[in-house]
């Protein structure tokens, strides 16, 4: 089963909110990601998680609130967004960060609008 | 610095036809990996085929095959006998390898695939 989930599919929420995504894998991977992507633009690397421990962060902003509970799940806290943080929120895994031949699985994003 | 460059923005294929995709790279890591992701218009990115540094023979995955070309860093993706459901967004992607971090995928700018019947 190669199967990445996240939830919610759709999420609008106010500059003033509080909200999480979430993402989950049950395929034994260790290394987890989260990603942002714009439309008709690459995805671009937020934070990696390894063993359940952060391992990258690209200089995100402090709205944006990484949480890795276990090995299966890892979630993205918001808070006080801005507009320009709407995008596609794509959640990936591979089996190890530290080799360069795992691929990485990818969900189907959360798309989210904030206003 | 390490780069990966798509300079295809869109192109058309006749369904049944081939079509390859254009991707260059720049590193100067010896072990790297390179990847193919396709991305319909709902957003999951699915993983295509890839191709080691090391890898002697050029990767196939069913009607996907890399042409993988080290010396002119190239890692061009062939679709043969395309079809209409191969309409999406394709991605060319390098794992990169950081000092103490580990690896990190980046993108090309990507090149939009539109199947004609």
């Known amino acids: 089963d190669t199967e990445v989930t996240q939830t919610p599919k759709h999420l609008v929420m106010g500059m003033t909110n509080k909200k999480s995504l979430k993402c989950e894998q049950h395929?034994?991977?260790?290394?987890m990601y989260w990603y942002k992507q714009k439309a008709k633009k690459p995805p671009e690397l937020m934070f990696v998680?390894?063993?359940?421990?952060?391992?990258i962060n690209e200089s995100v902003p402090s709205r944006f609130s990484p949480e890795c509970p276990n090995s299966s799940l890892l979630n993205l806290h918001l808070h006080a967004l801005q507009p320009e943080d709407s995008a596609l929120y794509l959640c990936?895994?591979?089996?190890?960060?530290?080799?360069?031949?795992?691929?990485?699985?990818f969900g189907p994003g959360t798309r989210l609008t904030v206003t | 610095a390490q780069k990966i460059t798509q300079t295809q923005p869109g192109m058309f294929v006749q369904e049944k036809e081939a079509v390859t995709l254009d991707c260059t790279y720049d590193t100067s890591d010896p072990s790297y990996g390179l990847f193919w992701y396709k991305q319909p218009s709902s957003g999951e990115m699915i993983f295509l085929i890839y191709q080691g540094s090391y890898d002697q023979q050029n990767a196939t995955e069913g009607r996907y095959s890399l042409n993988f070309q080290k010396a002119r860093k190239s890692a061009n993706l062939v679709i043969s006998a395309s079809q209409l459901g191969d309409s999406a967004m394709y991605f060319c992607a390098m794992i990169v390898m950081i000092y103490n971090q580990g690896g990190k995928l980046i993108f090309g700018q990507g090149t939009e695939l539109s199947v004609k019947p």
């Open positions: 395929m034994g991977h260790r290394a």
């Open positions: 998680y390894s063993y359940e421990k952060l391992s």
């Open positions: 990936a895994s591979s089996q190890d960060k530290s080799v360069p031949a795992y691929e990485q699985y």
